[in-house]
């Protein structure tokens, strides 16, 4: 399947059988973790790209080749891959660092959409957790 990020302004967009899709909030200017897990990959490649551009390639016994290191502001953990933990950061967290990424296994896509934290999204998620509770609350209720 495509792998193609969609912005909608929810934490845990969708969980399908091959594409997961999360949105992490960050502050400019913070580090960020973007998750990316799969659970069985033997020597075959992941990569991280954003949004067309390759950033950075890694197998499960830890070899890395960065592609974009965007100035040394992005880490991984080769030592993480060997369980399945594909999580890139990035630091120093700029403008252009902002969007969708893609982590690719065969045809396995996890995205994460990175948007800064600003009030209005904190407000925005606040109202989310409101709406999320209350119709927890009435699902409850009527079961």
């Known amino acids: 399947p495509a792998c193609v990020c969609a912005f909608q302004p929810v934490l845990i967009l969708t969980l399908n059988s091959r594409i997961a899709e999360i949105i992490e909030v960050a502050p400019l200017g913070s580090s960020v973790l973007l998750p990316c897990h799969f659970t069985s990959n033997k020597d075959s490649w992941v990569s991280?790209?954003?949004?067309?551009?390759?950033?950075v390639?890694?197998?499960?016994?830890?070899f890395i080749k960065f592609l974009d290191p965007k100035s040394g502001r992005l880490k991984v953990f080769p030592n993480q891959a060997s369980m399945g933990n594909y999580t890139i950061r990035i630091d120093e967290l700029e403008v252009s660092d902002l969007g969708c990424y893609r982590c690719v296994w065969k045809n396995n896509c996890h995205q994460v959409e990175l948007v800064a934290e600003t009030c209005e999204y904190i407000f925005l998620l606040k109202d989310f957790k409101v709406m999320f509770s209350f119709f927890l609350q009435v699902f409850l209720f009527l079961s």
């Open 48 to 55: 991280w790209a954003h949004p067309v551009i390759d950033l």
């Open 57 to 62: 390639n890694l197998t499960s016994k830890g």
